[in-house]
Antibody, heavy 119, light 107 residues
Framework: ELQLVESGGGLVQPGGSLRLSCAASGISVSDSYLSWVRQAPGKGLEWVSVIRSGGTTSHADSVTGRFIISRDNYKNTVYLQMNNLRPEDTAVYYC?????????????WGQGSLVTVSS | DIQMTQSPSSLSASVGDRVTITCRASQNINKYLNWYQQKPGRAPRLLMSAASTLQSGVPSRFSGSGSGTDYTLTISNLQPEDFATYSCQQSYTTPWTFGQGTEVAVK
Protein backbone atom coordinates (compact mmCIF):
# COMPACT_ATOMS: atom_id res chain seq x y z
CA GLU A 1 0.00 0.00 0.00
CA LEU A 2 1.29 3.41 -0.96
CA GLN A 3 2.03 5.66 1.98
CA LEU A 4 3.54 9.13 2.16
CA VAL A 5 4.64 10.50 5.52
CA GLU A 6 5.73 14.12 5.89
CA SER A 7 7.91 15.49 8.64
CA GLY A 8 10.01 18.54 9.40
CA GLY A 9 7.40 21.24 9.82
CA GLY A 10 7.40 23.75 12.63
CA LEU A 11 7.71 27.40 13.61
CA VAL A 12 10.36 29.48 11.88
CA GLN A 13 11.11 33.18 11.78
CA PRO A 14 10.78 35.20 8.57
CA GLY A 15 13.93 34.80 6.51
CA GLY A 16 14.65 31.43 8.05
CA SER A 17 14.94 27.98 6.51
CA LEU A 18 13.27 24.64 6.97
CA ARG A 19 13.49 21.26 5.25
CA LEU A 20 10.46 19.06 4.86
CA SER A 21 10.78 15.33 4.26
CA CYS A 22 8.35 12.93 2.62
CA ALA A 23 9.12 9.28 3.28
CA ALA A 24 7.47 7.00 0.75
CA SER A 25 6.54 3.35 1.04
CA GLY A 26 4.82 1.16 -1.50
CA ILE A 27 6.44 3.06 -4.37
CA SER A 28 9.91 4.01 -5.49
CA VAL A 29 10.45 7.74 -5.54
CA SER A 30 12.87 7.27 -8.43
CA ASP A 31 10.04 5.86 -10.57
CA SER A 32 7.41 8.38 -9.54
CA TYR A 33 6.36 11.98 -9.93
CA LEU A 34 6.15 13.49 -6.45
CA SER A 35 4.91 16.94 -5.58
CA TRP A 36 4.44 19.34 -2.73
CA VAL A 37 1.07 21.05 -2.46
CA ARG A 38 0.32 23.57 0.27
CA GLN A 39 -2.77 25.00 1.88
CA ALA A 40 -2.68 28.24 3.81
CA PRO A 41 -5.10 28.49 6.75
CA GLY A 42 -8.66 28.75 5.45
CA LYS A 43 -7.46 28.89 1.84
CA GLY A 44 -7.43 26.66 -1.20
CA LEU A 45 -4.77 24.28 -2.40
CA GLU A 46 -1.66 25.56 -4.15
CA TRP A 47 0.80 23.43 -6.09
CA VAL A 48 4.38 24.20 -5.02
CA SER A 49 6.92 21.84 -6.60
CA VAL A 50 7.32 18.59 -8.50
CA ILE A 51 10.18 16.16 -9.07
CA ARG A 52 9.65 13.85 -12.00
CA SER A 53 10.82 10.28 -12.35
CA GLY A 54 13.60 11.44 -14.65
CA GLY A 55 14.81 13.86 -11.99
CA THR A 56 13.71 17.13 -13.53
CA THR A 57 12.01 19.62 -11.25
CA SER A 58 9.56 22.50 -11.50
CA HIS A 59 8.44 25.06 -8.98
CA ALA A 60 5.63 27.57 -8.71
CA ASP A 61 6.68 31.16 -9.42
CA SER A 62 5.85 32.09 -5.82
CA VAL A 63 8.66 29.86 -4.51
CA THR A 64 11.15 29.80 -7.38
CA GLY A 65 14.59 30.76 -6.16
CA ARG A 66 13.66 30.04 -2.53
CA PHE A 67 12.43 26.43 -2.46
CA ILE A 68 14.20 23.38 -3.87
CA ILE A 69 12.71 19.92 -4.27
CA SER A 70 15.03 16.93 -4.28
CA ARG A 71 15.03 13.23 -3.52
CA ASP A 72 17.19 10.49 -2.04
CA ASN A 73 16.52 7.28 -3.92
CA TYR A 74 18.24 5.13 -1.28
CA LYS A 75 16.15 6.56 1.54
CA ASN A 76 13.11 6.61 -0.76
CA THR A 77 12.43 10.13 0.44
CA VAL A 78 11.60 13.44 -1.20
CA TYR A 79 12.61 16.75 0.34
CA LEU A 80 11.53 20.37 0.13
CA GLN A 81 14.25 22.78 1.17
CA MET A 82 12.60 26.08 1.99
CA ASN A 83 14.81 29.16 2.30
CA ASN A 84 14.10 32.83 2.92
CA LEU A 85 10.69 31.95 4.32
CA ARG A 86 7.95 34.57 4.37
CA PRO A 87 4.79 34.82 6.50
CA GLU A 88 2.76 34.03 3.39
CA ASP A 89 4.47 30.62 3.22
CA THR A 90 2.58 29.63 6.36
CA ALA A 91 0.56 26.55 5.38
CA VAL A 92 0.06 22.85 5.71
CA TYR A 93 2.41 21.25 3.22
CA TYR A 94 1.26 18.00 1.66
CA CYS A 95 3.40 15.52 -0.20
CA UNK A 96 1.42 13.99 -3.05
CA UNK A 97 2.06 11.52 -5.82
CA UNK A 98 1.31 12.91 -9.25
CA UNK A 99 0.12 10.26 -11.64
CA UNK A 100 1.03 11.65 -15.05
CA UNK A 101 -0.82 9.24 -17.32
CA UNK A 102 -3.15 9.84 -18.97
CA UNK A 103 -4.17 12.91 -16.98
CA UNK A 104 -1.95 14.48 -14.37
CA UNK A 105 -3.69 13.90 -11.05
CA UNK A 106 -2.64 13.92 -7.41
CA UNK A 107 -3.81 10.42 -6.51
CA UNK A 108 -2.19 9.83 -3.12
CA TRP A 109 -1.47 12.30 -0.35
CA GLY A 110 0.39 12.39 2.92
CA GLN A 111 -1.18 13.67 6.12
CA GLY A 112 0.49 17.07 5.84
CA SER A 113 3.08 19.03 7.81
CA LEU A 114 2.38 22.47 9.25
CA VAL A 115 4.85 25.25 8.59
CA THR A 116 4.36 28.51 10.47
CA VAL A 117 6.44 31.53 9.56
CA SER A 118 6.20 34.15 12.26
CA SER A 119 8.35 36.29 14.50
CA ASP B 1 -1.38 30.75 -15.29
CA ILE B 2 -4.81 29.16 -15.72
CA GLN B 3 -7.27 30.50 -13.16
CA MET B 4 -9.88 28.11 -11.77
CA THR B 5 -13.06 29.61 -10.36
CA GLN B 6 -15.59 27.55 -8.45
CA SER B 7 -19.16 28.44 -7.62
CA PRO B 8 -20.66 28.62 -5.19
CA SER B 9 -18.00 29.08 -2.51
CA SER B 10 -20.29 27.33 -0.08
CA LEU B 11 -23.72 25.79 0.03
CA SER B 12 -26.07 24.23 2.55
CA ALA B 13 -27.82 20.99 1.80
CA SER B 14 -29.65 18.12 3.42
CA VAL B 15 -29.13 14.40 3.25
CA GLY B 16 -30.78 13.11 0.09
CA ASP B 17 -30.35 16.37 -1.83
CA ARG B 18 -28.77 16.70 -5.26
CA VAL B 19 -25.83 19.10 -5.22
CA THR B 20 -24.05 20.67 -8.18
CA ILE B 21 -20.72 22.49 -8.05
CA THR B 22 -19.34 24.43 -11.00
CA CYS B 23 -15.72 24.98 -11.96
CA ARG B 24 -14.70 27.42 -14.71
CA ALA B 25 -11.23 27.64 -16.21
CA SER B 26 -9.78 30.83 -17.64
CA GLN B 27 -8.99 28.97 -20.87
CA ASN B 28 -9.83 25.71 -22.59
CA ILE B 29 -8.39 22.80 -20.58
CA ASN B 30 -9.66 19.96 -22.78
CA LYS B 31 -11.13 17.93 -19.91
CA TYR B 32 -7.84 17.96 -17.98
CA LEU B 33 -9.91 18.50 -14.86
CA ASN B 34 -9.75 16.64 -11.56
CA TRP B 35 -11.97 16.85 -8.49
CA TYR B 36 -10.94 16.38 -4.86
CA GLN B 37 -12.83 16.01 -1.60
CA GLN B 38 -11.35 17.29 1.64
CA LYS B 39 -12.65 16.99 5.18
CA PRO B 40 -11.48 19.27 8.02
CA GLY B 41 -7.99 18.42 9.20
CA ARG B 42 -7.54 15.77 6.51
CA ALA B 43 -5.64 15.52 3.27
CA PRO B 44 -7.52 15.87 -0.02
CA ARG B 45 -8.83 12.73 -1.68
CA LEU B 46 -8.96 12.34 -5.44
CA LEU B 47 -12.55 11.71 -6.56
CA MET B 48 -12.47 12.07 -10.29
CA SER B 49 -10.08 12.63 -13.15
CA ALA B 50 -10.49 13.65 -16.78
CA ALA B 51 -13.66 15.53 -15.84
CA SER B 52 -15.81 12.43 -15.45
CA THR B 53 -13.76 9.32 -14.59
CA LEU B 54 -14.53 8.13 -11.07
CA GLN B 55 -11.61 6.84 -9.06
CA SER B 56 -11.76 3.37 -7.58
CA GLY B 57 -13.89 3.24 -4.46
CA VAL B 58 -15.76 6.49 -5.12
CA PRO B 59 -19.53 5.99 -4.92
CA SER B 60 -21.52 6.26 -8.12
CA ARG B 61 -23.63 9.09 -6.68
CA PHE B 62 -20.69 11.31 -7.67
CA SER B 63 -20.59 12.32 -11.31
CA GLY B 64 -18.76 14.85 -13.41
CA SER B 65 -19.25 16.50 -16.75
CA GLY B 66 -18.07 19.35 -18.85
CA SER B 67 -15.72 20.40 -21.59
CA GLY B 68 -13.75 23.38 -22.73
CA THR B 69 -13.77 25.83 -19.85
CA ASP B 70 -16.85 24.74 -17.87
CA TYR B 71 -17.16 21.68 -15.64
CA THR B 72 -19.56 20.41 -13.00
CA LEU B 73 -19.44 17.98 -10.11
CA THR B 74 -22.79 16.53 -9.09
CA ILE B 75 -23.58 14.59 -5.97
CA SER B 76 -26.94 12.90 -6.15
CA ASN B 77 -28.62 11.65 -2.98
CA LEU B 78 -26.18 13.44 -0.65
CA GLN B 79 -24.98 11.26 2.21
CA PRO B 80 -23.72 12.31 5.67
CA GLU B 81 -20.14 11.44 4.74
CA ASP B 82 -20.31 13.80 1.73
CA PHE B 83 -20.30 16.99 3.80
CA ALA B 84 -16.85 18.32 2.94
CA THR B 85 -15.02 20.80 0.76
CA TYR B 86 -14.66 20.03 -2.95
CA SER B 87 -11.92 21.45 -5.14
CA CYS B 88 -11.28 21.29 -8.84
CA GLN B 89 -7.79 21.22 -10.37
CA GLN B 90 -6.62 21.69 -13.93
CA SER B 91 -3.90 19.37 -15.15
CA TYR B 92 -3.67 20.82 -18.65
CA THR B 93 -0.47 22.73 -18.02
CA THR B 94 1.90 23.80 -15.29
CA PRO B 95 1.53 25.44 -12.92
CA TRP B 96 -1.25 23.06 -11.98
CA THR B 97 -3.89 25.19 -10.34
CA PHE B 98 -6.85 24.56 -8.06
CA GLY B 99 -10.17 26.23 -7.52
CA GLN B 100 -10.72 27.96 -4.19
CA GLY B 101 -12.99 25.16 -2.98
CA THR B 102 -16.70 24.73 -2.34
CA GLU B 103 -17.83 23.84 1.15
CA VAL B 104 -20.89 21.59 1.30
CA ALA B 105 -22.40 22.12 4.74
CA VAL B 106 -25.37 20.73 6.59
CA LYS B 107 -28.53 22.78 6.21
Amino acid sequence: ELQLVESGGGLVQPGGSLRLSCAASGISVSDSYLSWVRQAPGKGLEWVSVIRSGGTTSHADSVTGRFIISRDNYKNTVYLQMNNLRPEDTAVYYCARLEPFPYFMFDSWGQGSLVTVSS
Amino acid sequence: DIQMTQSPSSLSASVGDRVTITCRASQNINKYLNWYQQKPGRAPRLLMSAASTLQSGVPSRFSGSGSGTDYTLTISNLQPEDFATYSCQQSYTTPWTFGQGTEVAVK
